[in-house]
Nanobody, 130 residues
């Protein structure tokens, strides 16, 4: 059974940092696309970024570019979202999704399309106070 479990959320002041983790299990962690999304109260889901195992490329939404970094530790089946210089508008539930056997250029072409993902985690709350 494929499972994704996020952790690392919490309350932080503006300008602070958090590192979210996405622990993956139930599949071979060598051919995947993993995306981070978020949803703030009353707002639509927003794609934050994506990482592809085929070439290690990452893509980020303009709203987080330069502040957020996605990385992976394939040996541990983990993907991380390092969030720096957090702003109150980053407050949201953050969750990760995975696409099994992604096509080439997955993140670039489909990374922000929720319909392109196969499995989702339950999410972790991030609250940034001003």
């Amino acid at each position: 059974e494929v499972q994704l479990v996020e952790s690392g959320g919490g309350l932080v002041q503006a300008g602070g940092s958090l590192r979210l983790s996405c622990a993956a299990s139930g599949f071979t962690f060598d051919d995947y696309g993993i995306g981070w999304f978020r949803q703030a109260p009353g707002k639509e889901h927003e794609g934050v970024g994506c990482i592809s195992s085929s070439d290690g490329t990452t893509y980020y939404a303009d709203s987080v570019k330069g502040r957020f970094t996605i990385s992976s530790d394939d040996a541990k089946n983990m993907v991380y979202l390092q969030m720096n210089n957090l702003k109150p508008e980053d407050t949201a539930v953050y969750y990760c999704g995975t696409r099994m056997g992604p096509p080439e250029y997955f993140c670039q072409a489909y990374g922000y399309e929720r319909s392109e993902y196969d499995y989702w985690g339950q999410g972790t709350q991030v609250t940034v106070s001003s």
